[in-house]
């Protein structure tokens, strides 16, 4: 029921000029919006955007979110828009003839209530079922019997990949085969971590999935095209967290064959360079083998990331910086020059030991 | 007196002067009276606004480049862990007591809160707590040289905690200073439901309430439910840090996701204490400035208690990358999309509140319409959240950092810029300078906008939370530029607003007791009330006590449903 | 406008509304109890997960003297209220009196088992998880009932230098519906560590 009002108010209301800033404010959601769907065509400048997938994952995840953000925008646009509309039509217009009457008053009406209770629930349920449809059809997806398992093991700040069937220990840059979808061999990442919680976001792969102590998560991936795929730890782990990069190879079939062949061989031990066999003896009469593997060495440490291969990497430091021989020299030397806060502490080695080090790491192929 | 020498008469001045200065303070100091108390918790807020605000232009200077250098990893690590602290707990959380204090008991016709001695206690413990924070950038330094101020993050996750990787005290002071403003803040909300559930004036039943109350009950019972089990799991942290216990040492068998557990089951009815005030604000701004009561009163009280409830069952919403499993994820989902009902039935009872209005746009309907507009935007973006596959992109990503700031800054702080304007010159009897008001709002506007549209797009783009630098080669260095740009145009705003503050204290239009021609009982008293709020305890007969008098042929008893 | 609104002020039927005192000791128990919850939550998640270290049911024994003092005193604290209600002050200084004692024979209890647990079966709170959340929340409840016991000494205190009268009868009321939410937190705290946790 609405009330009559016909009482002039006691005093002078307080009356404003009329501003756009209802329309200003619209305007700035489409700019965004406009924006939001302009990145999503250049995938190339950005490597990492949710809205570029590959594999099927990444691809579940994009199909649902756009039914989601179809979804909001509509309610956006009705809702902003009769928001809108009533803010101008309803405005106070202080010279019309009625401007010293107070509006009739509405209490509320069951009918108008009841519908929009009952319309969003509906959008609710909606959203849910084919939400559910994602969580299940990612989460308790079958294996398939040709599914490469990695055990990823989070640390401050690199990741540790084992390939428990393939006898591999390697860091911070991970290979796995593409799938084909007619054949799929998707990876399948067995995750914990061994101090702090992380986070693995390849976002082009798969949603992320957290590395905690004490606790074991799966997620797989499955990318078609070949190529490198980055991403990052998304967890606060602690100091260098903004350094713990992702670097993720699909390899062709050959090329993934011979990586797993060249992953699998020891260290190298004779070398055509004398600089890096006498690196090897400084290496293995320094602290290094107490963190570091090298595998068929005396270095058996756990603590950091293993070196068996690590000059057959494209980057250092977890994906921080390119692997030349300078930055590697500039690292060892004192990993805080690029990683401050890394848990690594500086070696203390002098300038010719460092070059010897160096040849060593390098030729770690 | 007039026969005493000049001499004489200067040094008796200056001594009363003397004495007035410390008789305020120790007025002030000692005060049990819940105005001045709030008061003080909003001037309290207010500085800290400040301080965290500078906190996080330090943290934007620093990402607006690629790679930058302006601070360390480990001090930004430390900005954005007391950047959050602080909003939150030092901020958000007195400003709205602050503004609850003061209202609800002039709202209900009583004389002050139930619990005056505790009101004060409160204020001043949660007091301590800020300086408690604050004073880590100090003394922090504890073993190894690893201290100053606590660098683990707002949400403090375990093992990240542990004495292990955390040495020093930084993250006990982190701990300490959030206990005691626990304390406070459970003693305010005992206090604010103690004095409506035992204090309204006579007639005033439940469902006569001012919305404003409603909210501020509910809020209040909230924070017995919410700030509790954080502050078990601090003194689990504590017992971890100092007394070898193992409640989330993961080498003894613990468990890193219980501390994840008890702080959102904490944290997320946490945003909706802070959220529900700014509603209250809104229930009684717009109404009076649409010149209609508001629409679907006994609705808008469903929708709040529904809030209440189903916020309580959300929390592992924050938690859907941790493998809680397929079912996890599904109930958790559910029960987060569910919450978005009430949410939009306020929503849309204002949107009716305003149909058929006559809409005066003094400067805080305009801060109102923002936060109408971004309220909006912010659940929307919250909806896409809630769908837990979108998350395991959009979590931990600086989209979730722009979603909750859409609701922090751009719903929670326009309500408070509201709330400000229209009763600053009931609490102070003068008027904010609408010109400077028009100036604070379509600065902060624009600011708001610069950096919180665009902030959704890093976070799109891959670009995770809480790192003091990124690569180059992401995409994301054109719009953390931007985000940082708007973060100058927001400080100049505040600034702006702080003065106006000041400058309207003195020079301020003279409000009189009724400036808008509002309809609650706060407005029947003078401006600023007088220290026992009502000569004579007032009789109300219907939700409108003022409207009734104003338009006795038509009063709103007649039509309450 | 300088005029003030003049509020009408006849009043109808008459207003009557709760206690203040029970009303706000009613929410500290709420906000109590939610403490008291999450550590039981962490008691039992943490059931038969400690990889080392006496187990409960090594060690653990039904503290039945304990529990029947404690239990027994919400009685005595209850008749002390209504003695006091009726005028009856010695009588409430009584009650008041036992309420202590059983509540110290508690205490006393808890810890004498606290003893045997630490010397003779080397459980501390370091030693595994069992022990961490075991004298976590036995801690806590009984510093609950420290602080309890604290304010019935000072009513008892106050009873016995006749400066308690029925006039106070509400004040009394309020602590001892603190005494009993202490209890039952006791009934709880017995069942999922004396009873199904062992």
């Keep these: ?365 | 007196m007039a026969t005493q020498t000049p001499i004489a008469m200067t040094t008796d001045q200056a001594a009363k002067t003397h004495r007035l200065f410390f008789d305020v303070l120790h007025d002030w100091l000692t005060t049990v009276d819940h105005k001045k108390i709030g008061i003080m918790y909003i001037a309290y807020a207010l500085f800290f606004l400040v301080v965290g605000g500078f906190e996080a232009l330090l943290m934007r200077i620093q990402l607006a480049i690629p790679n930058n250098t302006f601070v360390s990893p480990q001090a930004f690590n430390r900005l954005f862990t007391m950047h959050g602290s602080t909003m939150v707990f030092f901020v958000g959380m007195p400003i709205l007591f602050g503004f609850g204090n003061y209202l609800v008991p002039l709202m209900i016709g009583a004389r002050d809160m139930a619990f005056p001695r505790l009101n004060a206690f409160s204020f001043w413990i949660s007091a301590f707590g800020g300086i408690l924070l604050y004073f880590s950038y100090l003394g922090g330094d504890g073993l190894y040289g690893a201290g100053s101020a606590p660098d683990v993050g707002w949400f403090a996750y375990a093992p990240l905690t542990a004495r292990v990787f955390s040495p020093g005290h930084s993250t006990d002071y982190w701990t300490l200073a959030l206990l005691l403003s626990g304390i406070g803040s459970i003693g305010t909300a005992l206090n604010i439901v103690t004095t409506t559930i035992c204090m309204r004036c006579p007639g005033m039943k439940l469902n006569r309430m001012p919305l404003l109350v409603w909210l501020y009950l509910v809020t209040s019972a909230m924070v017995f439910v919410a700030v509790s089990p954080l502050t078990a799991a601090q003194i689990m942290l504590m017992l971890d840090r100092y007394l070898g216990a193992h409640f989330f040492d993961t080498q003894a068998g613990g468990s890193a996701v219980l501390w994840m557990h008890f702080f959102w089951i904490f944290g997320h009815p946490e945003v909706y204490i802070l959220v529900l005030p700014a509603f209250a604000f809104a229930n009684e701004i717009i109404p009076v400035f649409s010149r209609k009561a508001v629409f679907g009163y006994p609705a808008m009280v469903a929708a709040t208690i529904g809030i209440g409830f189903i916020s309580l069952s959300v929390w592992a919403h924050h938690m859907f990358t941790v493998g809680l499993g397929a079912y996890g994820n599904t109930f958790f989902t559910f029960a987060t999309m569910i919450i978005a009902v009430p949410t939009g039935i306020k929503i849309f009872n204002w949107l009716a509140t305003l149909w058929g209005g006559k809409i005066q746009f003094t400067v805080a309907m305009m801060f109102s319409v923002g936060f109408l507009f971004q309220f909006l935007i912010a659940g929307l973006t919250g909806i896409m959240l809630s769908a837990s596959p979108f998350d395991w992109q959009l979590g931990n990503s600086y989209f979730v950092v722009a979603h909750f700031h859409y609701v922090l800054v751009g719903a929670i702080l326009f309500m408070i810029f509201a709330a400000f304007y229209y009763w600053y010159p009931k609490m102070s009897g003068r008027m904010l300078s609408e010109k400077m008001g028009k100036w604070h709002f379509w600065l902060f506007l624009i600011g708001f906008h610069l950096t919180f549209d665009f902030m959704h797009i890093p976070g799109i783009l891959g670009m995770p939370r809480r790192v003091y630098t990124y690569e180059a080669d992401r995409g994301w260095a054109i719009w953390n530029m931007i985000v940082s740009s708007g973060a100058i145009f927001q400080a100049a705003a505040s600034l702006l607003f702080v003065y106006n503050l000041i400058w309207s204290y003195f020079k301020g239009k003279v409000a009189g007791p009724d400036p808008w021609d509002a309809w609650t009982l706060e407005w029947s008293t003078t401006s600023p009330p007088p220290a026992y709020n009502f000569a004579v305890t007032p009789t109300v007969e219907s939700r409108r006590p003022l409207w009734d008098l104003k338009h006795p042929e038509d009063p709103d008893s007649n039509y309450e449903m | 406008m300088s005029e003030t609104a003049a509020m009408t002020h006849t009043t109808t039927e008459e207003w009557k509304l709760p206690s203040r005192g029970v009303v706000g000791m009613a929410c500290l128990i709420v906000a109590e109890a939610a403490i008291f919850i999450i550590f039981v939550v962490a008691y039992v998640y943490y059931l038969g997960k400690s990889i080392s270290g006496p187990k409960p049911h090594d060690v653990l024994e039904l503290p039945v003297i304990s529990t029947v003092c404690l239990l027994s005193s919400s009685i005595t604290v209850h008749f002390a209220g209504s003695a006091l209600h009726s005028g009856k002050r010695g009588l409430c200084s009584i009650w008041l009196a036992l309420t202590v004692l059983l509540g110290g024979i508690f205490l006393a209890g808890t810890a004498q088992e606290w003893y045997q647990l630490i010397y003779r079966d080397g459980l501390t709170i370091q030693t595994n998880l069992f022990g961490t959340t075991f004298y976590s929340l036995v801690g806590l409840h009984a510093s609950h009932v420290i602080v309890g016991l604290l304010m019935l000494s000072l009513a008892l205190i106050f009873s016995l230098r006749g400066q308690l009268t029925a006039r106070h009868s509400e004040r009394l009321e309020v602590l001892s519906l603190y005494w009993h939410f202490v209890d039952a937190v006791w009934v709880v705290v017995f069942l999922v560590v004396y009873v199904f946790g062992r």
């Design chain 1, 1 to 365: 029921m609405t009330g009559g009002t016909n009482v002039t108010p006691p005093h002078q209301s307080i009356v404003v000029n009329n501003q756009l800033l209802s329309r200003r404010d619209m305007l700035a959601c489409q700019v965004w919006l406009c924006i939001a769907s302009a990145i999503q065509s250049v995938p190339g400048h950005a490597p990492t955007t949710i809205f570029a997938p590959q594999g099927t994952p990444a691809q579940s995840i994009f199909g649902l979110s756009m039914l989601v953000m179809a979804i909001v925008v509509g309610i956006f646009v009705v809702v902003g828009g009769l928001l809108l509309y009533a803010l101008l039509r309803f405005r106070s217009r202080p010279f019309s003839a009625d401007a010293a009457q107070e509006p009739p008053q509405v209490y509320g009406s069951n009918q108008i209530e009841l519908s929009w209770t009952v319309v969003p629930v509906l959008i609710v349920v909606i959203l849910f079922l084919a939400t559910t449809r994602v969580i299940f059809s990612t989460e308790k997806a079958p294996k398939p019997a040709q599914a490469l398992d990695v055990t990823v093991i989070g640390h401050q700040f690199w990741w540790e990949y084992r390939y428990p069937k393939l006898g591999i220990v390697t860091a911070n840059e991970l290979h796995v085969p593409v799938s084909d979808p007619n054949h799929p061999t998707p990876t399948y990442l067995t995750m914990s971590s061994a101090d702090t919680d992380h986070s693995f976001w390849v976002p082009r792969l798969a949603g992320k999935m957290d590395l905690i102590p004490n606790k074991v998560n799966t997620m797989w991936i499955d990318p078609q095209a070949a190529g490198l795929y980055l991403g990052q730890c998304a967890q606060y782990c602690g100091t260098q967290h903004a350094k713990m990069l992702l670097r993720v190879y699909a390899d062709s079939p050959a090329a993934y064959a011979a990586w797993i062949a060249q992953q699998q061989k020891p260290a190298i031990t004779a070398f055509a360079d004398p600089n890096a066999a006498a690196g090897q003896a400084v290496f293995q009469h320094n602290a290094c083998i107490s963190c570091h593997t090298v595998a068929g060495t005396v270095a058996t440490g756990r603590f950091g990331p293993d070196l068996t291969h690590v000059g057959s990497r494209d980057t250092i430091a977890s994906g921080s910086v390119p692997n030349t021989a300078a930055n590697i020299r500039a690292f060892v030397d004192n990993p805080a020059h690029f990683k401050p806060g890394a848990l690594m502490p500086p070696m203390h080695l002098n300038d010719h030991d460092l070059d010897l080090v160096t040849a060593y790491l390098t030729s770690l192929k």
